[in-house]
């Protein structure tokens, strides 16, 4: 991250680039597909961690400082990787808009990730679909069922892979399906409380709130607690179920957010380099910009000040995009919607400007957010939308508005 004032927030330029410069790769595919066919699934079932020929290499075990082995589950059971390449397959199209990968490699890859959850769901006789035996984003729980994040990531998955196709490319029935297991899926939100159950019987464990025992967080939960107490407790390791605010706001109840963020945030150990910068968007898009704040702190110097511990094992690449996010989608509510692109700004206080260089569709656009008002520059048409405002077209000539 270039250096930065206090006061002054600027941040790199977006990356979406032309269709030249980068797009999702799809020659991992045929290795997914012969995973999802070793595995006795349809479609693609993409590497947790993959070699260059798409080949999944994760380790099964390992041995502790005992010499006893323990089992690694992340490979075979961390399988929300499928829907998150069909996500970067769909935040790439919505950003660039390139035709020719939307009709070429980013459909097949998308409907080949819809055909795996096909294979994956489990259905009930009521019509539900479950999914499980997985692991979440959190990790400190293994072969949990119907994790939220991974069952509504499917369900996205699902949706966008019919919306991306018509029944010139895939027989309608298949198609069909896709938006009837979708619907069937269950994400554990409780509309009472407004908080999606992070998997089934996560409510029923021990309610252990780790900031009260760590107030300093980053923090490993299973060295502080032990691996046996972090599996029985209401421990998370990262952001989990936030990851569904922040990735597809559209799938999750109107206004949960707040709730969840409430819930979950001082039951998260961050011990994930990724977690801080979650958070701070999610706090930014919530209002507590002083929490935003302080999550953007510590995201921003991970590395710089070792935080986690681990900067000599390598620089936490994943954390930096991470600090992308959050300013972006965070403190500068910008999202790609279809033809239009949003803004709903949440300066800080203190905070002089924010600016964002942002490639959108074929445009680059400059914008620039002070305390009351937002600048706007494009070197083409664009169509925005800020603050929930009627779109204006951005050009050349610019445009500004204040800030309610």
């Known amino acids: 991250m270039p250096h930065a004032r206090a006061s002054t927030i600027t941040t790199w330029r977006a990356p979406w680039r032309s269709s030249r410069q980068w797009r999702p790769r799809p020659g991992r595919l045929p290795a997914a597909q012969e995973a999802a066919r070793a595995a006795g699934r349809a479609g693609a079932r993409f590497a947790w961690e993959s070699a260059a020929t798409g080949v999944d290499v994760t380790p099964h075990a390992v041995r502790d400082g005992g010499g006893d082995e323990i089992a690694i589950y992340t490979g075979q059971r961390e399988e ?81 892979a019919h919306t991306e196709t018509n029944d010139a490319d895939i027989d309608h029935t298949e198609r069909a399906s896709w938006l009837e297991l979708a619907d069937g ?114 995201a921003a110097r991970v590395d710089l000040d070792d935080v986690s511990g681990s900067t000599a094992d390598g620089v936490h690449i994943a954390a930096m995009g991470s600090v992308w996010q959050a300013l972006a989608y965070g403190f500068a509510g910008a999202r790609p919607r279809v033809e239009l692109l949003e803004l709903d700004p949440r300066l800080p206080g203190g905070w002089d400007l924010l600016e964002l260089r942002l490639r959108f569709q074929a445009a680059r656009l400059r914008v620039r957010v002070t305390a009351n008002a937002i600048e706007l520059t494009s070197d083409q048409p664009a169509r925005v939308s800020i603050a929930g405002a009627e779109p204006v077209t951005v050009g050349p000539d610019g445009y500004s508005c204040e800030l309610l």
């Open 80 to 160: 929300h990787i499928v829907a998150d390449v069909a996500w970067a397959v769909g935040c790439y199209l919505d950003w660039t808009g390139d035709q020719a990968f939307r009709d070429g490699p980013g459909k097949r890859l998308l409907v080949e990730t819809a055909r795996y959850w096909t294979s994956r769901v489990e259905r009930d006789a009521d019509g539900s679909g479950h999914i499980r035996g997985v692991i979440g984003p959190d990790e400190y729980h293994e072969l949990v069922d119907d994790n939220a994040y991974t069952n509504v990531m499917a369900r996205w998955n699902l949706r966008r």
């Open 185 to 298: 899926l269950v994400d554990g939100y409780e509309p009472e409380t407004g908080v999606y159950e992070q998997f089934a019987g996560f409510f029923d464990l021990e309610p252990l709130m780790i900031a009260d025992l760590a107030p300093r967080r980053p923090i490993n939960a299973e060295v502080l607690l032990s691996r046996e107490r972090v599996q029985r407790a209401q421990v998370v390791k990262q952001a989990d179920v936030l990851m569904l605010h922040h990735l597809v706001p559209g799938e999750v109840a109107a206004g949960s957010l707040e709730a969840n963020l409430a819930f979950y945030e001082p039951r998260t150990a961050h011990a994930s380099s990724l977690s801080l910068g979650v958070h701070a968007a999610s706090f930014a898009r919530a209002g507590r910009l002083p929490e935003a704040l302080a999550a953007l702190a510590l």
